[in-house]
């Protein structure tokens, strides 16, 4: 059995921003923390990646809300991606 750890979270969080699965990419994210697997920049950057390409822009947002509340600092890419779901949006 695979033990879930940070980064397998993180390729399925990926796999799911390529396929256009936002919502398994949050859901995925929401698991983890059920999981007591700590969330980190590349997760939510993967996450972002995810909502850019489903164009939810709200949900971008809330994202780097999230990020913050975890005291974790979206980093250029995160900011990058959560702009693109608004443009595209």
Not at 66 to 85: F, H, K
Request: aromatic fraction near 8%; glycine fraction near 6%; proline fraction near 3%.
């Amino acid at each position: 059995r695979l033990q879930a750890t940070s980064i397998t979270c993180n390729t399925l969080i990926s796999a799911c921003g390529r396929g256009k699965a936002w919502d398994h990419a949050l859901r995925l994210l929401a698991d983890m923390q059920q999981l007591y697997i700590q969330p980190d920049k590349v997760t939510f950057t993967a996450v972002a990646a995810a909502i850019a390409a489903g164009q939810h822009p709200v949900v971008a947002f809330n994202l780097l809300t999230m990020m913050r509340n975890q005291c974790l600092q979206p980093d250029a890419g995160t900011y990058g991606y959560s702009i693109s779901a608004y443009w595209n949006a």
